[in-house]
């Protein structure tokens, strides 16, 4: 067991609770109209507190525990039994074993909050909350194990995965846009422009989650280390790179950058490199973070208007997007002189690896489509998904929480 490695993860860990609240509740938060902040800003805070204790109760053992056939962990790591403070040398030797599984449960926090951003500003909260718990067990979990889990099918295919691109960024965009078609559009969108109401708090978050993505990559190394270093500034690289593009692609297209756009972009880059962060090299995440800036404003601003879907915050556009992209690439970019646990990619010799994370892509793909469509049939037959038309337009924050973020005196 090493001090070094376990002060590492337990600080990864706080870095990506802060990326569902106050990051990504920020970010979002501005996004939406005043009418729905406290709405977004309670979701993303009751994932924390729901996910949680779902993980522990019985979430995590569904993820890492003993395989059963490759598709699912067990239930023998229940309520965390075995779960103490000695190392699974299946998953990180120098760290306690409660260490591995509260960093992990700080993923399986944010990837339904990101879908938040596809069906903001009209979904019931009740129907809310139980469609994140079900997509948490029955989407996110199976995904654990297949690419992360001892035994599971992805990973002993070989796909790679270094902190997430497959099992937060692809399942939660996808699931994003299959909600978004399923709900259909607010009620205003296409007669008005739907506006952010906040942008500094959009720009603040934004900032915040790229400070804790430093915990959502290099703290997937699981120790403190020289792949943690190489994944922290392959991270940064990106990310730098990603926002540049984007605002030069506005500048380019409109004749001014804007803050908003700069911000999406740098975002986009980071959902984009989570996935290679450990395997590749600092120049080649600059061109992952490019293609990241090109490929996610072309979905944003181009294609979602001409398919007319209202992903409302673009969580399909940036999350899908990117974290396909970023899979795709990896499978490009990958050095085993940088990971010895990783392998090379096509364009060092190995196409062989290339076709298998275009693998790892399309089957998550196909799963997460399937399965969401399902639970949100069950949820809409069970409480209604949707909120009725005079309360989406009075706003959730009344509606659904009786709250008003911003008070106006007279």
Known sequence: ??????????????????????????????????????????????????????????????????????????????????????????????????????????????????????????????????????????????????????????????VLDFAGGIVVHVSSGISALVLAVLLGKRISYNHRPIRPHNLPFTVLGAALLWFGWFGFNAGSALAADGIAANAFLTTNTAAAAAGLTWAIIEW???????????????????????????????????FVGIAAAVLCYIFVAIIKTKLGYDDSLDAFGVHGVGGALGTIALGLFCEKTINAAGNNGLLFGNPKQFFIQCLAVAVPIIFTAIMTWLIFKIVDVLIGMRVEEKNEIIGLDLTQQSEAAYTVIE
């Open 1 to 158: 067991m090493n001090s070094g490695d376990t002060a590492w993860v337990l600080m990864s860990t706080a870095l990506v609770l802060l990326m569902t609240i106050p990051g990504l509740a920020f970010f979002y938060g501005g996004l939406v109209r005043r009418k729905n902040v406290l709405s977004i800003l309670m979701q993303c805070f009751i994932i924390l507190c729901v996910i949680s204790l779902q993980w522990i109760l019985f979430g995590y053992s569904l993820a890492f525990g003993p395989d059963v056939h490759g598709l699912i962990g067990n239930l023998d790591w229940a309520g965390l039994k075995g779960v103490g403070s000695l190392p699974n040398a299946d998953y990180a030797a120098t760290i306690p074993h409660i260490v591995f599984m509260i960093f992990q449960m700080m993923f399986a926090v944010i990837t339904p909050a990101l879908i938040i951003g596809a069906y903001a500003e009209r979904v019931k909260f009740p129907a809310f909350l139980l469609f994140t718990v079900l997509w948490a067990t029955f989407v996110y979990d199976p995904l654990a194990h297949w690419v992360w889990g001892t035994g599971g099918w992805l990973k002993k295919m070989g």
């Open 252 to 286: 380019w297209q409109n004749g001014t950058p804007t803050i908003l756009g700069t911000v999406t972009g740098a975002v986009a880059g980071l959902a984009t490199v989570t996935a290679a962060s450990g395997f590749i090299n600092p120049i080649n995440a600059i």
